[in-house]
């Protein structure tokens, strides 16, 4: 059994209180959250999914906007998660089900994910073990020897040919990604994406090319950009026709 598990316990603080809470923010007639949920069991890639939520406060307001068609034909639990994004995992990780074959891990804050690239990450995943969406950088990377020394400074130029920008959803066998959070709790580490936790086990990974947009609200003019790209979706969707 595949299972998704939904990231929606972040604090949203680049937001700076424009919402009171980005994944619960009204976008194109849904709340964010329910863009990529309603995705994801769209695909038929997945049998179940768990939502990690900050609060009890927001896991209400979260289990009242799933409409009640999906609640009654889609299995959906929730978690609560932690202060990271690491921790959550984890904890989401450590509630699913023996019979859990394959995981999704996926960023609440992206509601853009399509269909057929959830399809053909499950592909990747079945094929080869871990996969992540991911796309080229197109921009030129430069190398600061300082994160935070702007001025006057050497600067190390990357080969961008050898560059990807990681998105969500990554996918993993179950009990690998499960080891991995593990290992990197006791540890004592720090990742920012599942394919950081991954890679810790040493096995190598797939790529799967994302050529449709699929950023992450991150700052409240997202919010406009995200209602473009969903507009510009629908009005392409209805030329197709």
Request: hydrophobic share 40%.
């Amino acid at each position: 059994m595949n299972h998704l598990i939904l990231l929606a316990a972040g604090s949203g603080q680049r937001m700076a209180q424009s919402v009171p809470d980005k994944v619960l923010a009204p976008l194109a007639g849904m709340p964010v959250f329910l863009h990529s949920l309603h995705s994801f069991f769209q695909s038929g890639v997945i049998a179940a999914a768990t939502i990690t939520y900050r609060d009890e406060k927001q896991r209400v307001a979260i289990e009242g906007m799933i409409p009640e068609v999906l609640r009654k034909d889609a299995s959906i639990h929730y978690t609560a998660g932690g202060s990271t994004r690491q921790q959550s995992v984890l904890a989401a990780l450590r509630t699913l089900p023996e019979n859990t074959t394959s995981v999704f891990v996926h960023d609440a804050a992206r509601p853009l994910i399509s269909i057929e690239a959830i399809q053909n990450l499950h592909q990747a995943v079945e094929k080869d073990g871990g996969a992540a969406l991911a796309h080229p950088v197109n921009d030129t990377i430069k190398r600061l020897p300082n994160a935070f020394e702007t001025q006057r400074i050497l600067l190390e130029d990357l080969q961008r040919d050898h560059l990807w920008a990681m998105e969500t959803p990554q996918a993993f066998p179950y009990e690998d990604l499960l080891q991995a959070y593990q290992i990197i709790e006791e540890q004592q580490q720090s990742v920012t994406d599942d394919a950081g936790a991954y890679s810790i086990l040493g096995r190598p990974m797939t790529l799967v090319h994302n050529n449709q947009p699929n950023p992450k609200l991150t700052n409240p003019q997202d919010l406009d950009y995200l209602e473009y790209l969903l507009n510009r979706s629908k009005c392409d969707s209805t030329a197709s026709r």
